[in-house]
């Protein structure tokens, strides 16, 4: 799975460079999406035995909405490029996510299953 996410992102550069375009107008769409693959991936993992409930992708669902909305209407497009997002924003973010899927799944984290990969 790693290896197919960083053949994506070097594809993805690749295409970029090749195409000439804007870093300033990648970079505004850089930094959601590696954003939302921080929070949401780590998220996923942890509940990943629910993943058979329309609840836990109802959540998912839900709170990639609000993900975007969040980075696309609330902040600043001179910010949104900043890397440093990924980290000031994914972590409270992969906080909520945990709360909110443990309180809709009626459940905690399936901390044995992630210890054994």
Same mark, same amino acid.
């Given at each position: 799975m790693y290896v197919v996410i960083a053949l994506l992102i070097v594809a993805g550069a690749i295409v970029a460079a090749l195409a000439d375009v804007d870093t300033d107008h990648l970079f505004g769409w850089v930094t959601p999406i590696l954003t #939302?693959? $921080?929070s949401f991936g780590f998220a996923a993992k942890a509940f990943w035995s629910h993943r058979g409930e329309s609840k $836990?992708?109802?959540? %998912? !669902?839900? %709170?990639a909405i609000a993900h975007a909305a969040m980075f696309? %209407?609330?902040?600043s497009p001179t910010w949104r490029w900043n890397p440093l997002l990924v #980290?000031?924003?994914g972590?409270?973010?992969l906080f909520v996510l945990l709360v909110a899927l443990g309180l809709v799944l009626k459940a905690s984290?399936?901390?044995?299953? !992630?210890e054994q990969h």
């Amino acid at each position: 799975m790693y290896v197919v996410i960083a053949l994506l992102i070097v594809a993805g550069a690749i295409v970029a460079a090749l195409a000439d375009v804007d870093t300033d107008h990648l970079f505004g769409w850089v930094t959601p999406i590696l954003t #939302a693959a $921080f929070s949401f991936g780590f998220a996923a993992k942890a509940f990943w035995s629910h993943r058979g409930e329309s609840k $836990f992708w109802g959540t %998912l !669902a839900s %709170l990639a909405i609000a993900h975007a909305a969040m980075f696309f %209407l609330v902040i600043s497009p001179t910010w949104r490029w900043n890397p440093l997002l990924v #980290a000031i924003v994914g972590i409270p973010e992969l906080f909520v996510l945990l709360v909110a899927l443990g309180l809709v799944l009626k459940a905690s984290p399936d901390r044995n299953k !992630a210890e054994q990969h």
